[in-house]
C-alpha cells in the first residue's frame, strides 16, 4: 500500500514532462530569401506549389524530408489533406521539392541553394540558415506549427 502514492508522484512526473520530449519543427530558409515572416495560409500555398516565386523572384525549392512523422503530419494540417494526398502533390511537383534524410541534409541543402525552405527539429538550427516566424511566432512559442 505504501507503493501506491510513490507510484502515482512517479506517473505524475513522467507525464508532466513529457511535453519537453516533444520534438518542434522549425521553418528554415536560405539566407537570401527575404522573408522573415509568413502566414500559415502562405505557408501551406508554398508547399502546395501554388507559389513558386519569393519576392525577390528567385524560384522557391522545398527541401523535404524523405520519411519524418512529424513534418507529415504539419504538411496534413497546412494543407488540409491526408497523408495519401500530400505525397500525391509532392510527387507531382517533384520539379520544386527535393527529398534528403536527415535535418543535417536539410541544413545543407537549404543553405546552399537560393530560394530553399525546409522543416527542420529546432535542435537542429545552425547558423548557416535563418528560422522565420510562421503567423508572427517563432519555434517553441504556442501556436507556431502543429508537433
Known amino acids: 500500500m505504501k507503493c501506491r502514492p510513490v507510484l ?7 507525464l508532466s514532462l ?3 520530449f516533444a520534438h518542434h519543427m522549425a521553418v528554415v530558409v536560405n539566407k537570401d530569401v527575404p522573408v522573415q515572416n509568413i502566414t500559415s495560409a502562405h505557408l501551406a500555398k508554398l508547399f502546395k506549389g501554388e507559389v513558386k516565386k519569393w519576392p525577390d523572384g528567385n524560384n522557391v525549392l522545398l ?3 524523405s520519411s519524418s512523422p512529424g513534418e507529415m503530419a504539419t504538411l496534413q494540417h497546412l494543407s488540409k489533406m491526408s497523408e495519401a494526398e500530400v505525397k500525391a502533390m509532392l510527387a507531382a511537383h517533384n520539379d520544386s521539392a527535393r527529398m534528403v534524410s536527415t535535418d543535417a541534409d536539410v541544413i545543407d541543402a537549404v543553405a546552399s541553394t537560393p530560394g530553399a525552405i525546409g522543416f527542420v527539429e529546432e535542435h537542429s538550427i545552425t547558423q548557416r540558415v535563418n528560422v522565420i516566424r510562421v503567423d508572427g511566432k517563432l519555434p517553441m512559442e504556442s501556436g507556431y506549427l502543429p508537433h
Open 63 to 65: 527541401v523535404l524530408h
Open 18 to 20: 513529457t511535453p519537453c
Open 8 to 14: 502515482c508522484l512517479v506517473a505524475w512526473v513522467a
